[in-house]
């Protein structure tokens, strides 16, 4: 009967959240979810299974976290300008997730996070291209995309 | 009942402000960055800090003053930071990766080649490199 029960839900919320909410758009938009989740059924793609839930608001505090953090940083390069002042490079980093939605949220975050660009994935050898605009401590950048976001990650999704 | 926006107590107008400042603050960086960075995949990163805290500062303050000024919590506003966050990757994945086929096609020499072998790609790439785009 549903599919996607999180997707449903979240639908109706912000069915709710566009237009109010009212037991008339109430109805509405829980037809539109269900309908809409029907749909995304027969488009087959593969379910993710989020393991451990609970783990979903540290990821998301942490990655705030670094994103407040990594604006700074970014603003701080752009203002001092100085043509030498950073040093841009590339990154080859090998990744040992293999579920695309856990890929897909770690291309969502480090895309997000100022000062570090998901350039492409290689599903060969499961290695990732990135672009950094510091790469200074690139040791650093290897350790907080294995250890902080990767490790998380798995955990989440198993 | 909406009031107007001068008769909003101190403490909201404070926040909104703040936020609004943080937000469009960062959002001009990112248009100065975008501008007076030398090559594509460091421009690349400047706008981020517009789809990053630019676009929350700015939800946050018209979130603050809508739930003042009109009397219930409006968090409509939450949508457009989910689905900009959501669809900048795609965006950046595109122009990226189409800057790669260029510079690889093209030889440009100072990108790494296709992730055939794990060769650590930590040399200063990028560094002198002309102007482009």
Redesign the interface.
């Known amino acids: 009967m549903l599919p996607y029960p999180l997707l449903t839900l979240l639908l109706i919320l912000m069915w709710l959240l566009l237009n109010g909410f009212t037991r008339g758009h109430l109805v509405l938009g829980v037809l539109v979810a269900v309908f809409a989740s029907w749909a995304m059924a027969s488009l087959r793609p593969d379910k993710p299974r989020l393991v451990k839930w609970y783990l979903l608001p540290k990821l998301f505090g942490i990655v705030l976290y670094d994103i407040v953090k990594s604006n700074i940083a970014v603003a701080r390069i752009i203002l001092r300008s100085g043509r030498r002042s950073h040093n841009p490079g590339f990154l080859t980093v090998p990744l040992d997730i293999e579920n695309h939605t856990a890929i897909a949220v770690l291309a969502v975050v480090l895309t997000s996070t100022p000062g570090s660009a998901w350039l492409e994935y290689d599903s060969n050898d499961r290695t990732v291209l990135l672009h950094v605009l510091d790469i200074d401590n690139e040791a650093e950048w290897r350790d907080t995309i294995k250890n902080r976001y990767e490790k998380l990650l798995m955990e989440i999704f198993a | 009942m909406m009031q107007s926006a001068a008769d909003m107590p101190v403490w909201a107008a404070i926040a909104v402000a703040f936020f609004l400042l943080i937000g469009s603050g960062?959002a001009l960086?990112?248009a100065?960055?975008f501008l007076?960075?030398?090559?594509f995949?460091?421009r690349?990163?400047?706008p981020?800090?517009g789809?990053?805290?630019g676009i929350g500062g700015v939800m946050l303050a018209s979130m603050i003053f809508f739930t003042v000024s009109s009397g219930r919590p409006v968090?409509?506003e939450?949508?457009i930071g989910i689905f900009v966050?959501?669809t900048?990757?795609i965006t950046?994945?595109l122009l990226?990766?189409a800057a790669?086929h260029r510079d690889r096609a093209e030889g440009n020499g100072n990108?790494?080649d296709?992730?055939?072998r794990?060769?650590?790609?930590?040399?200063?790439?990028?560094?002198s490199d002309p102007r482009k785009g």
């Open positions: 960062l960086i990112g100065i960055g007076r960075l030398p090559t995949y460091e690349i990163h400047a981020t800090l789809t990053s805290w968090f409509h939450l949508l966050t959501v900048t990757p950046f994945m990226a990766r790669l990108v790494p296709k992730p055939n794990s060769q650590p790609a930590g040399e200063d790439l990028g560094e």
